[in-house]
């Protein structure tokens, strides 16, 4: 038989052992950032452009893979915006209109541009459909020189320009909404937007496929066959 001295330490041994291997378990279940990223990277997600216009009229952009739709009805969007971005910012509170615009991979240097939020620059005018008052300031710019920059009547540019829409790809569809509840979600906030208009896509879009964020990546989907 062993000594009551052995036998507690073949328990002490047992209980140590049971401690270790409950700590390993608890180990293995623990999410931290690093590793949660490392198993969804595995998962693909949609590429979107987010633009919205800050309070004085500048346009900013976000390339985001966080939207979703959670809800058809109300239709609702859902993304993400880190809180210290120049986007989080220019942000604001509910009632402000954001736009969405899921990207095509010729897209994929825009994507690239935006991927860090920043705000539209003259050299990414063209790209864009511009909001109300950089417009009005391309006008005045066309009067002095005794010429006209307005948009045609019916355009895309025109309804940006009447209903002070955000800044709009001129080669994408979009949907439009206005901002209903903003989160705070760690160092992020969850933004949800109801959806009031949508901007038709470029015929040549459904053929192209989709941009996807894969393994730190942009990739292309190729389009489901039309049957």
Do not use: I
């Not at 309070?55 to 390339?63: E, K, Q, S």
């Not at 109300?74 to 736009?99: H, K, Q, W, Y």
Request: hydrophobic residues 55%.
């Amino acid at each position: 038989s062993l000594a009551p001295s052995a036998v507690a330490a073949a328990a002490a041994a047992t209980a140590g052992g049971a401690a270790a291997a409950a700590a390993a378990a608890a180990s293995s279940l623990t999410t931290t950032a690093a590793t949660m990223r490392s198993v969804l990277r595995h998962a693909a997600s949609a590429v979107a452009l987010v633009t919205v216009t800050a309070v004085g009229g500048a346009a900013h952009a976000l390339t985001a893979t966080s939207v979703r739709v959670p809800a058809g009805s109300p239709a609702l969007l859902v993304f993400n915006v880190a809180r210290d971005s120049l986007f989080g910012a220019a942000l604001g509170d509910a009632g402000t209109r954001v736009a969405v615009a899921p990207l095509r991979p010729r897209h994929a240097p825009l994507a690239a541009r935006f991927a860090t939020s920043a705000a539209v620059a003259p050299r990414d005018a063209p790209h864009f459909v511009l909001p109300a008052e950089q417009v009005a300031a391309a006008d005045a710019a066309a009067a002095a020189a005794g010429g006209s920059n307005a948009p045609a009547a019916g355009s895309v540019e025109a309804d940006v320009a009447r209903d002070a829409l955000p800044p709009l790809l001129r080669d994408a569809a979009a949907v439009v909404g206005t901002v209903v509840v903003v989160m705070p979600a760690g160092d992020h906030v969850v933004v949800v937007a109801q959806a009031t208009r949508a901007v038709a896509s470029p015929a040549a879009d459904e053929a192209e496929g989709h941009l996807v964020w894969l393994a730190r990546q942009y990739q292309s989907v190729a389009a489901p066959p039309v049957e």
